[in-house]
């Protein structure tokens, strides 16, 4: 009897064990990304980390990140995780969008560390209280080479600006993963209620946003609006120009931060809108103001959004990024000629909503014409659009 009593007991405990154990393991595989929280001062630059986590295998991958108004993202690091480079929208868009594509490869990438590397500043004007920085992904932005779609838990992060913090404080860049108790925490000061809806981001379930608001117009209802002197302050210039037809085309253009500034002084613009009622329109390799001549390496989100006369476009070799929305509700748009090789940025929804059986030529070696290609479906674009490599 006591044999079968003992026997009983052991087998209880080996199941005890083995479930104990099985649910550790299970949540220790659990694949994640998370962004971690620091400490900062208000006016202070600040970076923060957005770290994978138990990767099981992924060859593409698109991520929205949203943040905090009173935070102005300023630069974005590739730490070089994956063998191919991460490609981001335009820090100007929040959200802002990181993509990174691998399906040409042999083999899914399981790597797992520092993802990428954002850099906020925290403006001037900013109370004490916690900024958020959070992630989003919808169904079919992460998957693996077997077209199935991998699931991960998001965590959030953000700036905490502590009530006895000021500009001479140092910042605390400890790494916590975004697992911070403060995390989704409400904030108590009348002007910075972070409106965190206490939504749970470990549940991939609620990755992705609601189907009933465009990505385009998701931004973190904080109720804190950032005030206008608070703004960077940028050199911008209007260049106005003829079409092929006579009519006149207005683009105006912002000049790049210093750091672009190419070895031999050459300045670089973005450009940030284009209005024309011309039906051919060729976007320059470079543009002149002022008797200073600029490369045009980048569009900006929603440049030639909605234009209802354009018919054909023209990309210049020099542009690497094009952001978010750029051509969105083109519907006359049906050829478009992209010279550039380079281009390594196109954010979400560029070219939808584009003429329907739109052609894309893309002038670029086989390699690059399959990676731009890759970019340019990854953002978003009707099924029936066509691409075609020309020599």
């Known amino acids: 009897m006591k044999k079968r009593h003992i026997l009983i007991f052991l087998t209880v405990l080996f199941l005890s064990v083995i479930i104990r154990n099985n649910g550790s393991a299970s949540a220790a595989e659990n694949p994640t990304i998370s962004v971690n929280y620091v400490e900062a001062a208000s006016g202070q630059e600040v970076t923060l980390s957005v770290k994978i986590d138990n990767n099981p295998g992924i060859c593409t991958l698109r991520l929205a990140v949203h943040y905090d108004p009173w935070l102005t993202l300023i630069k974005v690091t590739d730490p070089g995780l994956f063998k191919e480079s991460l490609f981001g929208g335009d820090t100007n868009a929040n959200p802002y969008y990181i993509m990174w594509d691998e399906s040409l490869a042999n083999e899914n990438n399981k790597g797992n560390g520092v993802l990428a590397s954002l850099t906020f500043k925290v403006s001037d004007l900013a109370p004490a209280g916690n900024y958020r920085v959070w992630l989003t992904y919808e169904k079919g932005d992460v998957f693996n080479l077997d077209l199935d779609d991998v699931d991960f838990s998001l965590t959030e992060g953000g700036v905490k600006i502590p009530d006895n913090k000021n500009q001479s404080d140092p910042i605390n860049n400890g790494n916590n993963n975004g697992n911070s108790s403060d995390s989704g925490t409400k904030n108590n000061t009348e002007n910075n209620n972070t409106g965190n809806n206490n939504t749970d981001n470990s549940n991939s379930d609620n990755n992705n946003t609601d189907n ?17 002197d608070v703004k960077q302050k940028t050199d911008k210039f209007t260049v106005t120009t003829t079409g092929s037809d006579s009519k006149k085309i207005t683009a105006k253009y912002t000049v790049a931060a210093v750091e672009n500034t190419d070895p031999d002084g050459t300045k670089h613009v973005i450009l940030t809108s284009l209005k024309t009622s011309t039906t051919d329109v060729t976007i320059p390799d470079m543009v002149e103001n002022d008797n200073i001549t600029y490369t045009v390496d980048s569009i900006a989100q929603k440049a030639l959004k909605s234009n209802k006369k354009v018919k054909s476009l023209t990309i210049g070799e020099n542009i690497t990024t094009i952001g978010s929305y750029a051509f969105k509700g083109m519907k006359k748009l049906k050829s478009i000629t992209i010279y550039p090789d380079s281009l390594k940025e196109v954010g979400e929804g560029a070219f939808s ?7 894309i030529k893309i002038k670029a070696g086989k390699k690059a014409y399959k990676k731009i290609v890759a970019l340019i479906k990854a953002s978003g674009i009707g099924e029936k659009v066509t691409f075609k490599r020309i020599k």
């Open 353 to 359: 909503g584009i003429h329907k059986k739109a052609t």
């Open 212 to 228: 009933n608001t465009s990505k385009e117009d998701i931004n973190n209802d904080t109720g804190n609006e950032k005030p206008e």
